[in-house]
Structure formats: C-alpha cells, structure tokens
C-alpha cells in the first residue's frame, strides 16, 4: 500500500531558527513529491520535485528529492511567525493517485 | 467505472465564454477535489465537497468559478466569462474519507485541459 511519513509531526520553534521537515514515502510509479502549506483551509502550493538532487528554492523555503532514499526534506531558514502552519508532503504516482501524510504542524514562537 | 472521469479532455474556449468541466467520483467515495494545474506547476486546491456539501471554496480564484455537486456524486466546475489566465488543467479528485483531509488518498482523473483563445 502506497505510503508517506512525515516527521516530526509537530515542532515549535523560536523565529530565526532554521527548520527541517522530512518526508518518506513507498510509492509505486512514483512521478512526483509535492509539499504544500495549510495555514486555515485551503492548502498553498510550494514545490513540486520530480528528479533526485535538483534543489529548489523559493525566499527562504527550499526542498530536495532523493529517489534512491525515497525521502524529501523541506528546509525553512531564518523562520517568521508567518511560517507557522501545517506542511503537508505528498506523492503522486503515473495513476494520478495522490497520497498525503498527515503533515507537521510548525509553530514559530516570537 | 472503476475511476474517477472527467469530461471533456479537452476544451477550447473563446474567452469571455462559459464553460462547464464534469467529474464522476469513484462510486460511494464521499470527498471531491477540485485543483487547477498551470504548465510545470503542482495541482492547485480550488474547491471541496463531502457529499453535497461545499465545506471549502476558498481556492476559487475568483467569482467566475462555481462548483457544485447536487446529489453528492457527480460535480459540475463551472467558469463564467472565461479569461486566458484560466487555461490550466482541472483536476478532480476523490476520496473515500469521511474526515476530508487532505491526509486521505485521493484518486484523481485523467483532468480537462482548458485552453482559453
């Protein structure tokens, strides 16, 4: 059965600390890694990875793939109070199934 | 069928048209999704029903979307006055949880790629 974990689950931060948020995954005919924010409802798009090594930045956001580890980390530097929200991992496979994990919920504390 | 579909595949508007994108959920599946993906980018949330219930339409980026599910199958996305920036792809996606968290899986169809002239 298709899967995706991310740890911590929960983490609270002080602002200007660095973070870094894992997910794992089992997927067959796996396509792509997608890490999304959900701060009230709707969740916000950030990064989609689909090859290993690639980083991607956005400000102080980035985020890597390693497809032989079967692992994504997103980082979050010099964090903001505005960072704190649920960041939610999931993977989409070439039968357009798209799997979460149940996400890590950031607070960051002024 | 045993998957979600969506129709049409394909559809070419003239902008300022309406247009409207169909979704048959995985039968008793009781959440449906409805994203929109530009070129190169991840699915964007748009909208979110349980059953017949649109619990979220927060993603709808503006008044000319409207989605609805009367009966709580099949869903029905629709645009008003189509503009360029709408051309994307409509996914819609189902998923057999109650809770309707994102956290479920959720089984996507084939998608409708809108192309507005």
């Known amino acids: 059965e298709d899967k995706v974990v991310q740890s911590p689950l929960s983490l609270v931060v002080h602002e200007g600390d660095t973070v870094t948020l894992n997910c794992s995954y089992e997927?067959?005919?796996?396509?792509?890694l997608l890490w999304y924010k959900q701060e009230k409802k709707a969740p916000t798009f950030l990064f989609m990875l689909?090859?290993?090594?690639i980083e991607k930045k956005s400000g102080r956001l980035s985020s890597i793939l390693d497809k032989k580890e079967l692992f994504s980390i997103l980082n979050i530097t010099a964090t903001q109070t505005g960072d704190s929200a649920i960041y939610l991992c999931?993977?989409?496979?070439?039968?357009?199934?798209?799997?979460f994990g149940p996400g890590t919920r950031l607070s960051v504390l002024p | 069928g045993a998957g979600v579909s969506q129709s049409p595949r394909y559809k070419v508007a003239k902008r300022g048209q309406d247009v409207a994108l169909r979704c048959d959920p995985i039968?008793?599946?009781?959440?449906l999704f409805w994203y929109q993906q530009a070129l190169g980018q991840g699915p964007e949330f748009l909208t979110y029903?349980?059953?017949?219930?649109?619990?979220?339409k927060s993603g709808l980026p503006s008044d000319r979307f409207f989605a609805e599910r009367p009966e709580g199958s099949v869903s029905t996305l629709k645009i008003q006055r189509t503009q360029q920036e709408d051309s994307a792809v409509y996914l819609c996606?189902?998923?057999?949880?109650?809770?309707?968290?994102?956290?479920?899986?959720?089984?996507f169809g084939p998608g409708t790629r809108l192309t507005v002239l």
């Open positions: 996606a189902s998923s057999r949880g109650l809770s309707g968290g994102l956290t479920d899986t959720q089984y």
């Open positions: 997927v067959t005919n796996f396509r792509s």
């Open positions: 689909t090859s290993s090594g």
């Open positions: 999931a993977v989409r496979n070439y039968g357009q199934n798209f799997v």
């Open positions: 039968s008793g599946h009781v959440s």
């Open positions: 029903f349980q059953n017949e219930a649109q619990l979220d």
